[in-house]
């Protein structure tokens, strides 16, 4: 494992997950599919945090749980580290679960609570054989705590005496116990308050250049992801429609959809927003079921012309590193 | 003028076993007709539960008003009878809450439920109140209001269930309107279209609004004036733009420096609030904030500071001892 290394540390191509909708009790035929990822494509390199933004139903999530293999993709190819992982059985995966792991949004209902934090964070361990000796899994809880900023007396405790902030402290404990190299968090802070939003953001941020972890961090939150992320993908119905650097792409927006994905977003100054003429996007997200034909974002979109709604729009690099998948851009 | 609504030292108590929560612990403010007001404060801060006491929800036991007034149109609400309040709910206040799937009736048919409060209040006839919800599905942007009218808040989004609690809000021409967390379920473009909504309306039939939220962006942008409240309290009030550029509580100072922007490059850290929320069964005499603030003096364990003129805006109070020395040179930094 070397730092130079140029391979992205994980590949996504042509990603696809369609889920079918049965009908019948006794005969279950499918009628249908939701088509949650629809062919979606970007790398992640090593230490880098590439954001994954959208609003809901925009199969962000379900991009992250075919990467934790949470599902079997229906087809494309997500190869980590060299290795095509879509296609292994769950068996194979065992060994790649250590080194990828998550962090959900609800710090609530992802922890046992009938379990102690000690066991929570230790269980990991026990079941990969991590560390087999107790009184040396104990110690290594301690010390997870200690990095996440919690008292290490906290291992004695149930999560319900704990805080929304410090139970989120407890999952990324978790996360971390197994040592990883990449950690999909999956909202991680969307449930907390502000005060506490920013004490675990910085905590992410400190673990990534103290362990060189990689993230992949899912969220609707454009100002969390502005500040954690070096690069950003915005999705839209299944498929990513622009991707970018940061800076890029929330000074530079070109898609429509992240144009008016980033208008709709007040900022804390009232004297930048009492200024601001604000036209939201008009019309709600089509179903994942029977999306638009075309361009999936031609129905509420203000600059689409007549062929948006017949060809799909493939993602185009206007500048080195921006890919932008509408027609229009750039045109005029 | 008199103020349309004036809160004055409204304590709200939840008796629990572990001990009597004050939820809300002399919370005062104003909101004028036709006004905009925001109520900022994080989970706890009794920013919700205060609104609940303005309409008399809280559910007893275990909760009670202790003590207080609350003066809407010149009569104090608390005197009111069960029977009085309840025909003042819904036709001289309206409410919109965070999630419009539960507070809708699963079992009705929206029609139904905006015809309802029209019905009762109004003593409208069904025909007539059937036109007024037409009319008001059309003013609140929903198209093909007869078809939406025979149908079940299941069948709708997020989006229109919550443009159907603004129509229901609206139905009998309120003064004042309370939205607690009103798009904090909704995505991003959604929330753009119903705040805007929200608005326009408000402005066009002038109906005062307090709107309940965390969501510091969404104040920046409607409010006319701010109050954030902490531990039960309103720490600091003033009009936005005090709020946001003279910020005089340290708690306010906090919580605007700990939001990552959108309009900026991204910075090394953010700079958070240490330390957790108070425990409000375990309030002691002193400032609820001080464990948790860089400007804390001794003086501040002796007494809870009260909200006294700060900055140089007039009707810009701070609750804080310190409010006049406080460094914010680095807010807009």
């Not at chain 1, 992801?225 to 927006?253: K, W």
Request: aromatic letters at 4%; charged letters at 20%; one cysteine or more.
């Amino acid at each position: 494992m070397t730092p130079t290394d140029a391979r992205p540390l994980l590949e996504v191509k042509g990603l696809r997950m369609h889920f079918p909708i049965t009908e019948g009790v006794m005969t279950r035929r499918t009628v249908g599919e939701v088509k949650a990822v629809d062919g979606v494509s970007f790398s992640v390199a090593r230490g880098e945090t590439l954001g994954l933004v959208g609003e809901s139903g925009c199969g962000k999530t379900t991009t992250g749980r075919c990467i934790l293999r949470l599902e079997t993709p229906t087809a494309g190819s997500i190869v980590y580290d060299g290795v095509d992982i879509a296609g292994l059985s769950q068996k194979q995966m065992v060994a790649l679960r250590q080194r990828i792991q998550v962090i959900f949004q609800d710090p609530f209902s992802s922890l046992n609570p009938r379990m102690k934090i000690g066991q929570i964070i230790a269980e990991p361990m026990k079941v990969h054989g991590i560390e087999p000796d107790a009184a040396k899994r104990q110690a290594r809880v301690r010390e997870l705590l200690t990095i996440c900023g919690l008292n290490a007396r906290f291992a004695d405790r149930y999560p319900h005496e704990m805080s929304g902030g410090q139970r989120q402290r407890v999952g990324i404990a978790r996360a971390l116990a197994m040592n990883p190299e990449f950690i999909v968090c999956d909202e991680p802070v969307s449930a907390l308050d502000v005060s506490i939003q920013a004490q675990v953001i910085n905590l992410l941020e400190d673990l990534r250049e103290r362990f060189g972890l990689t993230y992949l961090f899912i969220a609707h939150d454009l100002s969390v992801v502005r500040h954690l992320c070096q690069r950003v993908a915005v999705m839209y119905l299944g498929r990513i429609v622009e991707l970018a650097d940061s800076d890029t792409l929330f000074d530079n927006p070109q898609h429509p959809y992240t144009k008016a994905l980033l208008a709709a977003v007040p900022v804390p100054d009232p004297l930048i927003e009492q200024g601001r003429v604000f036209r939201p996007v008009q019309g709600e997200v089509p179903s994942p079921i029977n999306p638009p034909s075309g361009c999936v974002f031609h129905p509420r979109c203000p600059i689409a012309v007549e062929s948006c709604k017949q060809s799909r729009p493939e993602s185009r690099e206007i500048q080195p590193g921006h890919f932008v998948a509408c027609t229009q851009v750039g045109l005029s | 003028m008199p103020p349309l609504l004036d809160i004055r030292g409204l304590h709200t108590e939840f008796r629990t076993s572990a001990g009597v929560v004050r939820a809300v612990d002399g919370m005062s403010y104003s909101v004028q007709a036709g006004e905009t007001v925001a109520i900022v404060g994080e989970s706890g801060s009794g920013k919700s539960v205060g609104a609940m006491s303005i309409l008399r929800l809280i559910p007893d036991p275990p909760g009670r008003i202790t003590a207080g007034e609350v003066l809407f149109d010149g009569q104090d609400l608390l005197k009111l009878s069960e029977e009085q309040m309840r025909q003042l709910r819904g036709s001289q206040i309206g409410m919109i809450f965070q999630e419009p799937m539960t507070s809708l009736n699963p079992v009705l048919t929206i029609g139904r439920q905006i015809t309802e409060t029209l019905e009762q209040h109004r003593g409208a006839t069904p025909a007539a109140a059937r036109e007024r919800a037409l009319a008001l599905l059309g003013l609140v942007g929903i198209a093909d209001a007869p078809r939406r009218l025979k149908q079940y808040p299941h069948q709708l989004s997020g989006g229109m269930r919550q443009r159907i609690m603004i129509a229901i809000a609206l139905a009998c021409e309120p003064k004042l309107i309370i939205a607690d967390e009103p798009t904090t379920a909704l995505d991003v473009t959604i929330q753009a279209q119903i705040l805007e909504l929200m608005k326009e309306l408000t402005q066009r039939l002038n109906i005062a609004l307090v709107v309940i939220t965390h969501n510091l962006g969404i104040v920046a942008r409607y409010a006319t004036r701010v109050n954030v409240m902490y531990a039960g309290r309103i720490v600091e009030s003033g009009s936005a733009a005090a709020i946001y550029h003279d910020p005089r509580h340290p708690y306010t100072i906090a919580l605007l420096r700990s939001v990552p922007r959108l309009d900026r490059p991204r910075q090394a850290r953010l700079d958070p609030v240490e330390g957790q929320p108070p425990d409000l069964t375990r309030l002691d005499g002193g400032c609820a904030f001080r464990p948790r603030c860089r400007f804390a003096t001794d003086a501040c364990a002796t007494a809870r500071p009260v909200l006294a003129q700060a900055g140089i805006e007039q009707g810009h109070w701070a609750a804080c001892f310190n409010s006049g020395s406080l460094s914010t040179t680095d807010q807009a930094a």
